[in-house]
């Protein structure tokens, strides 16, 4: 029960993230249509086109990066994880999901210090710098909710005896 609620929830959040690194793509299109349009019809650029583009570019990646995890759309050499026999593949689908796990932990960890160092207004924009690494943060820890997730799939496909593949694909 505990698990469905948690796999519906991540889902809920990567249809969140999906619809916000879209709508901070449009968005982007948009100012730097209009920005464009201004030079050419009063050849004037707006000026804060530039750096709300590159805040809006770095969270729409930062949003995107839960999204590709959870889809499985991340770098993957699962060519040889696939041959393996079923109690070899979810050995190495455990491993994956530790470092996996431990990697966005070790992220997350570093926040508390580096927050406080990220000060400052970004010229043109108005917000601090720290607001610039908020969805990372918050993609890293989604992302180690759903390598808990997988880590368990991978657990019960090595007691079992069963491909944790198949058993990924059948939660989708």
């Known amino acids: 029960m505990v698990w469905r609620a948690l796999d519906a929830g991540l889902g809920w959040a990567e249809r969140l993230f999906l619809a916000g690194a879209n709508g901070l793509l449009l968005t982007m299109l948009a100012i730097n249509l209009a920005n464009i349009l201004s ?12 750096p709300w583009t590159g805040v809006l570019f770095v969270w729409a990646i930062f949003l995107a990066f839960f999204v590709i995890f959870r889809r499985g759309q991340d770098i993957s050499i699962d060519v ?20 996996v796990i431990g990697l966005m932990l070790l992220v997350l960890s570093q926040a508390p210090t580096l927050i406080p160092r990220q000060v400052g207004r970004i010229d043109l ?23 808990v997730l997988n880590l368990r799939l991978a657990v019960i496909g090595f007691i079992e005896g069963r491909d944790p593949h198949a058993l990924a694909e059948a939660r989708e």
């Open 80 to 99: 040889v994880t696939r041959r393996l026999p079923a109690r070899a593949a979810a050995l190495v689908a455990i491993l994956v999901a530790l470092l």
């Open 39 to 50: 030079r050419l019809i009063w050849d004037k650029g707006i000026i804060w086109v530039f």
């Open 125 to 147: 924009v108005g917000l601090q710098r720290y607001w610039l690494a908020a969805p990372l943060w918050a993609s890293c820890a989604l992302i180690v909710l759903q390598y």
